[in-house]
């Protein structure tokens, strides 16, 4: 799927350089490429994240970071967070203390991914607690290592909270669980709480229903709880 991106890129700054500076670049190469790449089997469609952990799994990884003295990062916290908001691993370790409104309840999340707009995608999201965690007592829980000269929530690096994570998939003999797959999780139980997906958008920071539905595996027993929440 990287691979087929990074050809799509190639093939678009060739196509811009001859329609806006009028250079003769052909792309019929990049074309017969993709083709033999896909004859190979080396791009493709992009596998679907249908890995969700499950609720033990959770239970563990929340316990194990809990029981470690030695773990610098509230990576306890930050699984719960990350299940929470939906939010993705770098946008939870970048947002700094000005982007939570205390009152309405709302994060700000600055220049968030987005395939077509690299930079002032900005995006306020409701924090809501249907998750089974508080985002807004997890955040507070924060404040006593809150400095002036690291105004970030979470003032770790992302990439050692990744690994903190995969080190403790490994040690609980937890498989094929990375730490997108809390994304994923925080997503599925939008939609299981009953939101639609425009209200679940709002959260997750998706366009359209293709790229959001790609993180979405509905568990069979959550509708159960949609049933009675309509019903009451």
């Given at each position: 799927?990287?691979?087929?991106i ?9 196509t ?32 679907e ?29 930050v ?39 690299k ?38 690096n992302?990439?050692s909270a ?37 209200q ?8 359209d ?24």
């Amino acid at each position: 799927m990287t691979l087929s991106i990074d050809i799509g890129a190639i093939k678009l700054v060739l196509t811009h350089a001859a329609a806006v500076h009028g250079l003769t670049v052909p792309v019929e190469a990049i074309n017969l490429a993709r083709i033999a790449l896909k004859r190979l089997g080396l791009v493709g469609k992009g596998t679907e994240r249908d890995r969700r952990p499950t609720d033990e799994e959770i239970e563990r990884l929340i316990a194990h970071f809990e029981a470690n003295p030695r773990q610098i990062i509230p990576m306890a916290a930050v699984v719960r967070f990350a299940i929470a908001t939906a939010m993705r691993q770098e946008e939870i370790f970048r947002v700094v203390w000005d982007d939570f409104a205390v009152r309405t309840k709302i994060l700000t999340i600055r220049d968030r991914k987005d395939p077509r707009e690299k930079s002032g995608n900005d995006q306020r999201i409701p924090l809501l607690s249907i998750s089974g965690f508080d985002p807004i007592a997890i955040i507070e829980e924060q404040r006593p290592a809150r400095t002036n000269s690291d105004m970030r929530i979470f003032p770790f690096n992302h990439r050692s909270a990744g690994t903190a994570f995969s080190r403790a998939c490994r040690d609980l003999g937890i498989v094929d669980l990375h730490f997108h797959h809390l994304r994923h999780e925080g997503t599925s139980r939008l939609f299981e709480a009953g939101f639609q997906i425009p209200q679940v958008a709002l959260v997750t920071g998706h366009r359209d229903w293709k790229m959001l539905r790609r993180y979405t595996h509905l568990r069979p027993e959550s509708l159960h709880l949609v049933a009675a929440s309509m019903a009451a």
